[in-house]
């Protein structure tokens, strides 16, 4: 089982550019989710869905975008990027379920992603 | 406002017990969680606690403490491999969202 893909693993933009970060999960899980993480900074969410046709904007989703095509994929698109989009991005999902299961939550490899 | 606390770097000494500390401040409580983090990687579930008390999972244990807003991470008998950030979330709301402190690096000596 692969998890959660996430594509591509770098990319480097230029201010003004637009992008669309994929990520797809095969465990079936219902709630995915969108973070940032900057250097020496905790995660921040950006979107989530908690289930498919359902997103929510987390708390920095100014510059976002977001799309739950189907249960597996939840991409995020920078429509216009800056240079204080520069971060690594990670996508998330989680099953549905008891508490514990709402709080386990499991990671792509993540986006290295630079705006110049 | 909503916040998580825990020191930002720990060193301690191969072979040794260490506790990583994290206080809370949230609109809700679904639970406190840890995660780990290496260099370059993604975090990775550790541990979870839903009720007061302490979970055992190997030679990483934690401890929840909700009257006090307060749980902590203690990892023995530590190995080289253990040097990693932990982060320590608290489930926010039923809606799956997690909220997350900075991380604490933690350094280990030989």
């Known amino acids: 089982n692969a998890g959660v893909t996430q594509t591509p693993k770098f990319q480097v933009l230029k201010t003004g550019q637009s992008m669309t970060l994929q990520c797809a999960q095969d465990m079936n899980h219902n709630s995915m989710y969108w973070y940032r993480q900057d250097p020496g900074m905790g995660l921040r969410l950006i979107y989530y869905s908690a289930s498919e046709g359902t997103t929510d904007k987390g708390e920095v989703p100014n510059g976002y975008n977001v799309s739950r095509l189907n249960k597996r994929e939840f991409s995020l698109r920078l429509e216009s990027a800056a240079p204080s989009q520069t971060s690594v991005y990670f996508c998330?999902?989680?099953?549905?379920?008891?508490?514990?299961?709402?709080?386990?939550?499991?990671f792509g490899a993540g986006t290295r992603l630079s705006v110049l | 406002g909503q916040s998580l606390e825990q020191p930002s770097e720990v060193t301690a000494v191969e072979g040794a017990i260490v506790q990583i500390n994290c206080t809370y401040q949230?609109?809700?409580?679904?639970?406190l969680s840890w995660y780990q983090q290496h260099d370059g990687g993604a975090p990775t579930f550790l541990s979870y606690?839903?009720l007061d008390g302490l979970e055992e999972t190997g030679r990483f244990s934690s401890f929840l403490s909700r009257s006090d807003s307060y749980g902590y991470l203690l990892l023995q008998e530590l190995q080289m491999k253990d040097s990693a950030s932990y982060f320590c979330a608290v489930g926010e709301d039923s809606n799956y969202q997690l909220i997350w402190g900075a991380g604490t690096k933690l350094i280990i000596k030989p």
């Open positions: 949230t609109s809700g409580f679904y639970g």
């Open positions: 606690n839903g």
């Open positions: 998330a999902s989680s099953p549905k379920g008891a508490a514990i299961a709402k709080n386990i939550q499991y």
